[in-house]
């Protein structure tokens, strides 16, 4: 079955770190660019970081002015998505993406104290 997972989200105070996994099966996503987006409640998802196929670049959305790092375990057929310095406005659930229309479920990041 062609499928994402993620998992690892939570409730983190502001400046704190998570990282979220994203483990691909039923496809070899080494071939695909692996996204992670956000959606934030009342707003449009959005593009938080982009990994291009075997890895060979990496993107970012402006604001994540170097807090977050996306990285591939191509063992484990897992993408991470390292995130430090959270804040406040980071809160949102976030998807893994590719191949176009493959989504996964969502994880809840919530950056409160």
């Known amino acids: 079955q062609v499928q994402l997972v993620e998992s690892g989200g939570g409730l983190v105070q502001p400046g704190g770190s998570l990282r979220l996994s994203c483990i691909a099966s039923?496809?070899?996503?080494?071939?695909?660019?692996m996204n992670w987006y956000r959606q934030a409640l009342g707003k449009q998802r959005e593009l938080v970081a982009a990994m291009a196929p075997y890895g060979s670049s990496k993107k970012y959305a402006d604001f994540v002015e170097g807090r977050f790092t996306i990285s591939i375990d191509n063992a484990k057929n897992t993408v991470y998505l390292q995130m430090n310095s959270l804040k406040p406005e980071d809160t949102a659930v976030y998807y893994c993406?590719?191949?176009?229309?493959?989504w996964g479920q969502g994880t809840q990041v919530t950056v409160s104290s």
């Open positions: 039923g496809f070899d996503f080494r071939f695909y660019s």
């Open positions: 993406n590719s191949r176009g229309g493959l």
